[in-house]
């Protein structure tokens, strides 16, 4: 079946790091551009990070310099590595991976997982 499920939320406390992962079953992230999205209590969801092609990448202005994405073929595995954790960090993180067939995007959605960044 066609899964991507993450991991690696948790609580951390301020200037800590964690690294998150977007593991996808039944379909190859590679064939995927792929985003890490955050979404906060009565926010609306916006994007954090995103990878194409493999190798290009970008950021939302708030977490350059401190958080990284990247991928791993063998493991069919997206990461996000979370390093010098604010407060305001603090969200539901989501996985998405979209691919683009006849000039149409197809998307499919991690569960989200809780990053609590918190003294």
């Known amino acids: 079946q066609v899964q991507l499920v993450e991991s690696g939320g948790g609580l951390v406390q301020p200037g800590g790091s964690l690294r998150l992962s977007c593991a996808a079953s039944g379909f190859n992230l590679d064939y995927y551009a792929i985003g890490w999205l955050c979404q906060a209590p009565g926010k609306e969801r916006e994007g954090v990070s995103c990878?194409?092609?493999?190798?290009?990448?970008d950021y939302v202005d708030s977490v350059k310099g401190r958080f990284t994405i990247s991928g791993d073929s063998a493991k069919n595995t997206v990461y996000l590595q979370m390093n010098s954790l604010k407060p305001e960090d603090t969200a539901v993180y989501y996985c998405?991976?979209?691919?683009?067939?006849?000039?149409?995007?197809?998307?499919?959605w991690g569960q989200g997982t809780q990053v609590t960044v918190s003294s």
């Open positions: 990878i194409s092609s493999g190798s290009i990448v």
């Open positions: 998405n991976a979209r691919i683009v067939l006849l000039s149409r995007y197809y998307d499919y």
